[in-house]
């Protein structure tokens, strides 16, 4: 079951033009014909139908998406188009790309299929980012350049950072001013690391380090709250935090939801279905089937013990301390793949539990801050419209 | 359902699947909402709520909390397209359907016997969840229709917010008799005796603060039920509001609106 909004993570190639260290993703040559996505989508839009479900939303992602030819998403985008209007559907993109092979041929369809924008990823400092013949500052000097023609162009990047231990030691401070003052991104979400996939020393090296993460994340909030705030600047999942906590609407991210099997599926180019691309990329064991050997996407879903799995995760974790916890409703015990990749098991909660809590914390103290200040800020308007304030002093 | 047509109905089922066989979404706009008597249902059954009765509000009965309650999950995805409310047992370790209820974005109405102390105690411990945390944001039943009633200083009959008053609610059964249980039963019997109607003041309430508001509530089915518990948790409520009546007060003073 899914809720108002299908979200698929789709895969239509799994083959990468980076060697990044710290990949989940186990890749492969793979790459999905048009034949194939028509099927697929049609699928997803016969689930759609069953569901009631009346709106989709693709997220493209690959292995490298701009592996494959921007003609390919010309004829995707209007295959898609046209199977999803014929059923009264609509659908949104978005698109999420290393940007190693971003060159301005691309331009027209990020303008038609994506807004104008683009995610991608980068970290500071940059340790396991690595091009096939190069290290980590020729890929960072790569990626600068190509986000630099493609903003250039008026395509709008999004980030995403995960942080290392370098990131932990230097500081929010310099990360931030990295990111923003330095590059000019105004929307990055800062992710935490996972050994997932293929182990080697890289991966090993990834331990839990939830106190060092804490006192980043934190200070990256108050850093964000005193420079970024309402300057256009969104850093997540510290805005989101902040907004939660004071009451806005908004989303959080997918490691925090009620259940992550009621947010999205992913396919990847060989039609395996599984809970999100960190599962489809490295874990057979989790797939749900593959799509197109299926009579349908419903039937899929509903008989495989893999996504049973999921569905009953958050039931068994609640029980280890969460239901006594004053986030649950921020958490659910948090990202099945953190968990599988550090305890062997999705049955037990984040191993990163206390830093979210942490986080959660000083999020909730900086919102009912803001609204404070905001509560004064509002008397002293009052008051200096009732002309009482005399020469710049307040006189009350 | 044509049977009801111009009343209200709440339809209740064990199988929502069979209720979306049966009733046709033009026959909806009667229905007050729909209870799930059990939170044991199939996916497939529930995934037929999914894209049926859009915006139509879902209760689910939980009658063994303390066993169930994590299977609210299993309702976490139908809050996007229905209004959900959890009608929870208070028994032993009701709170943690509450809690987890809350947690979802479900409105709650906890369903009430007479409490014992340990019950009381937990009740407490929910009361002050839905005072101040702040994340939890649905209404937990009756105490967020009691703080209201009071804050406002309107009374509203307990009999009515519990949806146990019969002058506003009858039970039909599979039969399509209409039968009674619980307090309604006993009221009705009061009836035969005299009683006028539920909340029909007792005289032993006569000279209970919250009597406007509680109507004798829980002294059924035992008359002889000590209520020390159960008034200390609306004497929490009735501070609360008093502090909130306050606060809005001063903050209209400070902003020099009149008070009303």
Redesign the interface.
């Known amino acids: 079951?899914?809720?108002?909004n299908l979200s698929v993570i789709l895969l239509p190639t799994n083959k990468c033009n980076v060697n990044c260290e710290y990949c989940f993703e186990d890749k492969t040559n793979d790459r999905m014909s048009h034949e194939q996505l028509s099927a697929i989508v049609t699928k997803l839009l016969d689930f759609m139908d069953g569901?009631?479900?009346p709106d989709l939303t693709i997220h493209w992602q690959g292995g490298e998406i701009m592996t494959m030819p921007a003609k390919w998403f010309e004829t995707a985008f209007d295959l898609i188009n046209e199977l999803v209007h014929s059923r009264g559907r609509t659908v949104s993109h978005g698109l999420q790309t290393n940007m190693i092979g971003y060159t301005p041929r691309w331009n027209d369809i990020i303008n038609r299929m994506f807004g104008n924008h683009v995610g991608s990823s980068m970290d500071y400092p940059n340790l396991y980012r690595k091009l096939f013949h190069g290290g980590p500052d020729d890929y960072t000097k790569l990626w600068n350049q190509k986000v630099k023609q493609a903003r250039d162009s008026g395509i709008s990047i999004g980030v995403i950072a995960v942080t290392n231990e370098e990131t932990l030691r230097l500081g929010a401070e310099e990360f931030y001013s990295y990111f923003v003052d330095e590059l000019g991104i105004t929307s990055f979400q800062v992710n935490t690391p996972f050994p997932g996939g293929e182990a080697n020393t890289t991966k090993d090296d990834l331990s839990v380090q939830n106190e060092e993460l804490s006192k980043f994340f934190n200070d990256l909030t108050d850093i964000w709250v005193a420079r970024g705030m309402g300057k256009g600047v969104s850093v997540g999942p510290v805005d989101q935090l902040v907004e939660r906590?004071s009451?806005r609407p908004g989303s959080l991210p997918c490691i925090w939801q009620?259940?992550c099997a009621?947010e999205f599926i992913a396919i990847d180019s060989r039609g395996f279905v599984a809970q999100c691309d960190c599962w489809v990329t490295s874990y057979p064991e989790y797939f749900f089937g593959n799509i197109f050997e299926c009579e349908s996407l419903t039937e899929l879903l509903?008989n495989s013990p893999a996504r049973q799995k999921f569905?009953t995760r958050?039931?068994v974790t609640?029980?280890q301390g969460c239901?006594?916890c004053?986030?649950?409703?921020?958490c659910?015990g948090g990202c099945p793949v953190r968990t599988y990749t550090y305890r062997k098991t999705i049955f037990e909660k984040d191993p990163f539990c206390s830093f979210y809590k942490s986080i959660f914390a000083h999020t909730?103290n900086v919102a009912a801050q803001l609204q404070e200040q905001q509560q004064i800020s509002r008397?002293l308007i009052?008051v200096a419209s009732?002309g009482i304030i005399e020469d710049g002093h307040l006189t009350i | 359902m044509p049977e009801y047509a111009g009343r209200r109905v709440i339809v209740r089922t064990h199988d929502p699947a069979e209720l979306v066989r049966e009733v046709c979404e033009s026959s909806l706009a009667n229905v007050e909402y729909v209870q799930l008597l059990s939170p044991d249902i199939s996916?497939?059954s529930?995934?037929s709520l999914?894209?049926?009765g859009?915006d139509l509000p879902v209760d689910i009965v939980i009658d063994r909390p303390a066993a169930d309650?994590?299977?609210l999950?299993?309702f976490?995805?139908l809050i996007?397209?229905h209004p959900m409310r959890a009608t929870i047992k208070v028994e032993p370790g009701f709170s943690?359907a509450v809690?987890?209820a809350?947690?979802?974005?479900f409105a709650v109405k906890l369903d009430v016997g007479q409490p014992d102390d340990r019950e009381i105690e937990e009740m407490a411990e929910i009361l002050e969840l839905y005072l101040h945390?702040?994340?939890v944001?649905q209404p937990i039943d009756y105490f967020h229709s009691v703080f209201l009633s009071l804050f406002r200083m309107e009374p509203v009959s307990l009999w009515l917010i519990q949806e146990e008053d019969p002058e506003h609610y009858s039970f039909v059964g599979p039969e399509a008799v209409e039968n009674t249980s619980g307090r309604t039963a006993l009221i009705r019997a009061n009836r035969n005796e005299g009683v006028a109607a539920a909340d029909t003041l007792l005289l032993c309430c006569s000279g209970c603060e919250f009597k406007d508001t509680c109507r004798s509530y829980f002294k059924y089915p035992n008359r002889e039920y000590d209520c020390r518990g159960v008034i200390s948790l609306f004497t929490t409520l009735r501070d609360a509001a008093e502090e909130l009546r306050q606060d809005i007060q001063s903050a209209m003073s400070?902003?020099?609106v009149p008070r009303p």
């Open positions: 079951m899914m809720r108002n569901s009631g479900i906590f009451d009620p259940n009621d509903k569905i958050p039931r609640i029980e239901i006594e004053e986030f649950l409703s921020m659910h909730r008397h009052r009732k | 996916p497939e529930l995934a999914l894209g049926w859009r309650f994590s299977n999950y299993s976490s995805n996007d397209q943690k809690k987890l809350a947690a979802l974005g945390r702040a994340n944001t400070d902003s020099g």
